[in-house]
């Protein structure tokens, strides 16, 4: 069983089509962090989280930490085929400094 | 900073033989953990350092497993003997202070037939 459930599982859409991904717990995090992986590469990070409620934009991401700090989203505003790639979201413990990982999305953007 | 290295990419061994996984994380990080990613189970924490000294190593699977930081810029993770369900990718990664993001590295491709 996942700490953090991911869904949806895989995503394929057409460029220029928003989207948005989510990521639910029944634990309460110190922080979320959202990273993106490529094939053959390691998770590379995107954004860290803290504050319940906090909205953090990066260009056509925008990420939001639930106000309870239990939950995340990812929304992509007009994706591209560069957008594609497994996004996983991983919550920090409140204690102990152990990062644990959703299952990922993986996001394909057709041209 | 050339980021956290991983050696070796790729490793194909027979099953009960030895395998050593490497890593150098980044310069003035001071945590340093392992991770295993397969397709089943996505990406397990198998133990973490802090300043060299192993905090938590409850998701090492099986006495099989063994890591060690002998100082602050080279780890192992040893696998003795190796068996075909270890086979995944094992990662790497550093970060400051354990709150800031990771820095994973490339990763080791571990497969055992």
């Known amino acids: 069983t996942q700490l953090l459930e991911q869904s949806p599982q895989f995503l394929s859409i057409q460029e220029g089509e928003n989207l948005t991904v989510y990521c639910n717990s029944s634990s309460v995090f110190s922080s979320l962090q959202w990273y993106r992986q490529e094939p053959g590469e390691g998770p590379v990070l995107l954004v860290t989280?803290?504050?319940?409620?906090e909205v953090k934009k990066l260009k056509r991401l925008t990420f939001q930490f639930g106000d309870a700090r239990k939950d995340s989203s990812l929304h992509i505003t007009a994706a591209q085929p560069g957008d594609t790639g497994l996004y996983l979201c991983?919550?920090?413990?409140?204690?102990?400094?152990?990062?644990?990982f959703g299952a990922g999305t993986i996001l394909r953007v057709k041209s | 900073d050339a980021g956290v290295i991983q050696s070796p990419r790729h490793e194909v061994t027979e099953m009960g033989q030895e395998v050593t996984l490497r890593c150098k994380p980044i310069s003035g990080h001071d945590y340093l953990f392992w991770y295993r990613q397969t397709m089943m189970r996505g990406l397990e924490l198998l133990i973490y350092?802090?300043?060299?000294?192993?905090?938590?190593d409850s998701g090492m699977p099986e006495d099989r497993f063994s890591a060690k930081m002998p100082n602050a810029s080279f780890s192992t993770l040893k696998i003795q003997p190796s068996e075909p369900r270890d086979s995944a990718v094992y990662f790497c990664?550093?970060?400051?202070?354990?709150?800031?993001?990771?820095?994973f590295g490339s990763g080791t491709r571990l497969t055992v037939v």
């Open positions: 990664a550093s970060s400051l202070l354990g709150t800031y993001g990771y820095t």
């Open positions: 989280v803290v504050t319940g409620g």
């Open positions: 991983a919550g920090l413990m409140e204690y102990g400094n152990k990062l644990v």
């Open positions: 350092f802090n300043n060299n000294v192993p905090i938590d």
